[in-house]
């Protein structure tokens, strides 16, 4: 038979193994952190393309945008992206996830597993989850 304090500390080890096995933050979708190096006033995105495959959009649009946002010329080589002018790590993360609410995840409920399909002039972003189907402003989806 089993006594409350077996049954407490049985308990508390189960927790404390649960708690060693959990590294994230606890979401599914998590972008990875901005690799940056800075030469002279130019920045280096070094895992440039890890994140435009982590958010399965075209290259050019994330590029695109993040040119627009920082209001800087861009252009990429391989896998990296270079900007003119020094941006720090944290500006990245910003515009990324801004660039996640807008133009990947989901209005309805709010899943990152969604595509992009062009009607006419007309481009929607259609979750692979729920099935909603939504418009997008702008042109970097």
């Known amino acids: 038979m089993l006594t409350k304090t077996d049954y407490d500390k049985l308990l508390k080890r ?3 193994k649960i708690s060693e096995k959990q590294t994230g933050t606890g979401e599914r979708f998590e972008l990875p952190s901005p690799d940056v190096m800075w030469e002279g006033q130019k920045t280096i995105l070094r895992n440039f393309m890890d994140f435009s495959k982590k958010l399965r959009r075209d290259p050019e649009k994330v590029l695109q945008y993040l040119s627009k946002e920082f209001a800087t010329p861009a252009e ?25 609410k807008d133009y990947l995840e989901c209005p309805t409920c709010k899943s990152p597993d969604t595509k992009i399909d062009r ?5 929607f972003l259609i979750c692979e989850a729920c099935g909603a189907k939504s418009s997008l402003k702008g042109k970097y989806a």
């Not at 990429?76 to 996640?100: C, Q, T």
Request: net charge neutral; glycine share 6%.
């Open 76 to 100: 990429r080589s391989g896998d990296k992206a270079m900007f003119v002018g020094r941006r720090e790590p944290h500006d990245f993360v910003h515009l990324l996830n801004i660039y996640v």
């Open 14 to 16: 189960i927790q404390d």
């Open 119 to 123: 009607e006419n002039r007309i481009t």
